[in-house]
């Protein structure tokens, strides 16, 4: 075989028979090139609650490189409901007190180890905000979950500025969200030939097909086709960017839009959120959030007072069957990321448990060089 | 007050329903791939009292998605292994294991009824028929969930209120016609079953015929009598099972003898390129690098072997097979049965000779060969599985279940993974009604207690179906799962214990 420019001479550990014996039901999924990529990755994963322990159970066992966990908070008693491997971890020490001075990455760490002892998992307990450039240019991907606006947005800049892919995500509640910057990611599809020939050029506002090669396979043309999608940070994308365009052109979809998504907006537009069970903080959020839904260019009768007294009611909540589907779709996307064989989610996922719809919006506020306007 | 473990359920479910699960019994049936999410997900939203049923153990090949599970519990039972873990994950949690078949006659329609909700985590057609069975007996609401590569689905089915399992009818696994597994192959796959379901079971099982079409219409009874006649010379070889001539004679006759056979058929080839046979020795003759590198060509699943290459697994695995078998002839008693070897995808041995045989075959018919890793996924019917999709669908099967926990059967929905999409990463659907022809929920379902030791099917037909349910004079058929019991001309079963007749249940 040709060597490739994906290898590095370096990490050339061959993949052992062992290895592709436990991932066989993977590999046959994504394919042993995939598998190769994957398990070269070093992730970041910044919070262990629910949602972090998902993430990190579905990376761990896929059989990446490294897994660091960077929290620096305690654990605490409400920590114990959804966080599975806190809770065993508290087991482990014989309660809380077993815990005393160690930060959740320290207690949850060697937990996550036992998973899978092939994968490096490391714990890191020093504040986010004390990380420098050279931190975050160490990793091919780092997650954010549980964060404030603020802190998505001042991580995200710092990934940018690394040139590193970037996911953040939260849970509350019945809902959550998914945000995705990946910079600029090519990934190459393979797939049977339709009578139309796959043409190089922009396919949407953020997607690109850049290269286009056939190859007949027996009775079959095969092609395979590599396309880029073009992402924008956090600060351009959730906190302020409008839908696509192809909404306001129709009040059908406008109508569809999940009102979750200005809840979501407005929670992270409004940091200092008054006790939201109070009466004064319930009114001053629901102003907020019926300014950030018209701002969308949604639909009043969309924006009930049951959706945004069930949003205020989950915030800050975790709960497990919602960590394991965002957790879930989440670590999916990173795998895939790595692998580079399938389309990315672009850019935000809008999480609705009590209708089970998890939505996708293509936000960006000013897209520079991607395929501008399909 | 102290801030309490469940916290976060109490705020988001409210108090109302967090209480209600805690209180409620549930049924998980299968703790592998789905049933791993599934029991962290009901211990820690506050499910206590889990009961869990699965028959299998441990294989190396669960610890990509079971995350229950670690290297030092392969072999060992996964209900017992999954209880012992989950239970770490909330102390106040009580799961009940049980390392046994759901099909088990314990397992009876009064037992489904203690519980409030049933969930599926299984991965078979059959298993899954009986539970869907067993819940609408029982009428407990059953959480169905299924997942393939990136794809699954969850639905919640209720008696009377929404569709069963067996409301649409299912896909049932492929057969191939007999002709083109054994004269006219044409991909990989039916060079395959022509190895393992044909050739393997010919001479080291008993035949396995039943997995093909037999179907004979006028144009192929000529050839069918042929081929059960050339099977039958294959049959002869046996004999030389052992031998240093065996691997000739076998490779003479199924890949020389019986391709001239074909070939001679100019029918058969008018529109389809004809094989060529091949000689052993003139094969052999080229092998010898492929033998030198046996060892490394044994052991690498990625390769994909030339023909000289297969023919050195070919002959190797026919002799670790041969051996085998003369030594499990010589341990047997007088009156045992003969021994036989089937087919699994984990015997490498059965696996070696399946996939040298295939591609040999496969260069007859001038059709790619394949690596080992990828005949044993054909061979094996191996279903691509992951963590991600598995969490994905466990944590779905909550939310039905917060519905079903509140009796909102309107809200519960369809939900299917839809991977890839722009748009949207699930795509849901109202539960669809039931199937007024459904053969399965649309019968009336009842149940009686009887001692089956003394009642007779007299009993059951004249006091219980005519008396009781008031079928009077009507026509009617009594049928167990062994078959039909009674009916207006099958009366000799009357008199017949119950308890002699059959597995009667639900």
């Known amino acids: ?374 | 007050m102290a801030v309490a473990r469940d916290q976060y359920n109490q705020q988001t479910l409210g108090e109302s329903l967090n209480d209600k699960l805690k209180k409620s019994r549930v049924l998980m049936v299968g703790a592998g791939g789905i049933g791993c999410e599934l029991l962290k997900n009901l211990v820690l939203s506050g499910f206590l009292n889990v009961h869990i049923v699965d028959l299998d153990t441990i294989d190396l090949s669960n610890l990509n998605r079971q995350f229950l599970f670690r290297n030092e519990h392969i072999k060992k039972s996964k209900a017992l292994v999954a209880k012992e873990v989950a239970q770490t994950f909330n102390p106040e949690a009580e799961v009940t294991a049980y390392h046994d078949n759901i099909k088990d006659e314990r397992f009876g329609v009064s037992w489904f009824r203690q519980f409030d909700l049933v969930f599926n985590a299984l991965d078979n057609l059959d298993a899954r028929r009986h539970v869907n069975k067993m819940c609408l007996a029982a009428d407990v609401p059953l959480i169905e969930s299924g997942t393939t590569g990136f794809n699954g689905q969850v639905q919640v089915i209720k008696k009377g209120v929404t569709a069963c399992y067996d409301c649409s009818p299912k896909e049932t696994p492929k057969s191939f016609p007999v002709c083109t597994i054994r004269s006219t192959p044409s991909q990989s796959i039916h060079c395959i079953v022509w190895g393992k379901s044909y050739l393997l079971s010919e001479i080291f099982g008993v035949s396995e015929e039943s997995s093909f079409d037999n179907t004979t219409n006028s144009e192929n009874e000529g050839e069918i009598e042929e081929l059960q006649r050339e099977a039958a010379a294959l049959r002869n070889i046996r004999n030389s099972i052992g031998t240093p001539e065996f691997p000739r004679l076998l490779f003479e006759k199924v890949f020389h003898t019986d391709v001239e056979r074909l070939r001679s058929m100019a029918e058969m080839w008018k529109s389809r390129t004809p094989p060529e046979s091949l000689k052993y020795d003139e094969v052999l003759s080229r092998a010898s690098d492929a033998l030198a590198s046996k060892d490394s060509l044994l052991r690498d699943g990625q390769k994909v072997w030339s023909l000289e290459e297969s023919l050195v697994v070919f002959q190797d695995s026919l002799d670790r097979l041969s051996r085998r078998i003369l030594k499990m002839k010589e341990a047997k008693a007088e009156t045992d049965p003969d021994p036989v070897i089937t087919f699994d995808k984990d015997d490498e041995d059965t696996l070696d000779f399946v996939a040298a045989s295939a591609n040999i075959r496969s260069t007859v018919f001038g059709i790619d060969r394949k690596s080992r890793f990828d005949i044993k996924q054909m061979a094996g019917n191996i279903i691509p599985a992951i963590a991600t999709t598995n969490a994905i669908v466990a944590g779905l099967c909550i939310l039905q279940a917060f519905k079903v926990m509140k009796g909102e059967y309107d809200q519960a929905k369809e939900v299917f993974l839809t991977p890839f999409a722009p748009a949207r990463l699930l795509a849901t659907d109202r539960s669809r009604a039931p199937n007024p022809k459904c053969p399965v929920c649309s019968t009336y379902q009842t149940s009686a207690f009887v001692d089956l030791s003394r009642a007779t099917l007299n009993d059951l037909v004249e006091d219980f179906v005519r008396l009781e349910l008031g079928y009077g004079d009507k026509e009617f058929t009594v049928n167990s799962e062994a078959g039909l019991l009674y009916d207006v001309d099958e009366t000799e079963n009357l008199p017949k214990k119950l308890s002699d007749l059959a597995n009667l249940q639900g």
């Open chain 1, 1 to 374: 075989m040709p060597p490739s420019a994906e290898s590095d001479p370096a990490m050339q550990t061959e993949i052992s028979e062992d290895e592709i014996a436990l991932y066989d039901r993977q590999i046959r999924l994504w394919g042993m090139q995939a598998q190769e990529k994957i398990r070269r990755a070093n992730i970041l994963l910044i919070t262990l609650r629910a949602l972090g322990s998902e993430i990190s159970k579905n990376l761990v066992l896929a059989g990446i490189s490294s897994l660091t966990i960077l929290d620096p908070n305690p654990v605490s008693t409400a920590d114990l409901g959804a966080g599975f491997f806190l809770s065993q971890a508290t087991n482990a020490a014989e309660g809380l007190e077993g815990l005393e001075g160690k930060s959740r990455a320290e207690a949850a760490a060697p937990i996550v180890q036992k998973l899978n002892p092939r994968v490096k998992v490391r714990a890191d307990s020093g504040p986010v905000r004390e990380k420098d450039a050279a931190y975050f240019a160490s990793f091919d991907v780092v997650i954010a979950t549980d964060l404030g606006a603020a802190d998505i947005a001042w991580i995200n800049d710092a990934t940018r500025a690394a040139g590193k892919k970037f996911y953040a995500a939260g849970c509350h509640g019945t809902h959550g969200f998914i945000f995705s910057d990946l910079v600029s990611h090519s990934y190459v599809i393979q797939r049977d030939s339709a009578n139309v020939v796959t043409k190089p050029g922009p396919e949407s506002a953020t997607r690109a097909v850049v290269d286009v090669r056939t190859k007949k396979e027996g009775p079959r043309v095969v092609e395979t086709v590599t396309k880029r999608e073009t992402y924008s940070p956090f600060g351009k994308a959730c906190l302020s960017a409008p839908l696509p365009a192809e909404f306001a052109r129709s009040k059908r979809r406008l109508r569809a839009v999940s009102p979750v998504l200005s809840c979501l907006r407005a929670l992270w537009s409004a940091p200092d959120l008054a006790d939201p069970s109070s009466r004064a903080g319930m009114e001053s959020f629901t102003r907020t959030v019926m300014g950030k839904h018209a701002e969308l260019g949604l639909p009043p009768e969309t924006l009930t007072p049951e959706v945004i007294r069930q949003f205020l009611q989950g915030v800050g909540a975790e709960i497990a069957p919602v960590a394991a589907i965002l957790g879930g779709q989440l670590a999916q996307d990173v795998i895939n990321v790595l692998g580079q064989t399938q389309q990315p989610i672009q850019n935000t996922v809008v999480f609705d448990g009590g209708v089970m719809e998890a939505s996708v919006y293509a936000l960006h506020s000013d897209l520079e060089g991607a395929g501008a306007e399909a």
